[in-house]
Structure formats: C-alpha cells, structure tokens
C-alpha cells in the first residue's frame, strides 16, 4: 500500500511540473527588434516576446542585455525582465 501511494505522488508531482513553465536567464546582444511583434532576438539566436510594461523602441540594436523569461506552452519565449548587462 506504501509503495502505491508513493508511486501515485511521484506520478502527481510529476504531472504538475511538467506543466510548468521553466525560468531562464540568458545574456546577449540585441541582433534584431520586431516593433510590430513586441520582440527582441539576441546574439544566441533566443528570441523573447517582451510584457507589457517594456516597450521594444527602448531597446537599441547591439546593446547587451540580460533576460529572464519563461518558454509558454505554446514555444512562445515570455520575457518577464530585461535589464542592461556588463
């Protein structure tokens, strides 16, 4: 009986994660900005769908930037904070 509970909180917790979106933070230089789409492509090819509170004309082409951002269940990379790097 211990086992089959253990086995049914493995499966549950499993499930759960795997919905999940991960974190991510990534660092580099702003290759290309979609005003139209919202969106800024970085030097390692990720590209991020910026929120609503950052504007992508504050963004220049060749800046360095870190950003933190979520892969949505859709492929859709959500940015949720991008902040100027070193």
Request: proline share 2%; no cysteine; charged share 20%.
């Amino acid at each position: 009986m211990l086992k089959k509970s253990l086995a049914i909180a493995v499966i549950a917790t499993s499930t759960l994660t795997a919905g999940m979106a991960m974190a991510r933070n990534e660092t580099g230089t702003i290759t290309n900005i979609d005003v139209k789409a919202d969106q800024i492509t970085l030097s390692t090819g990720t590209t991020v769908k910026l929120p609503e509170n950052i504007e992508a004309e504050s963004f220049k082409v060749g800046e360095k930037v870190s950003v933190r951002y979520a892969v949505q269940k859709s492929g859709v990379s959500q940015a949720s904070k991008v902040t100027p790097a070193k």
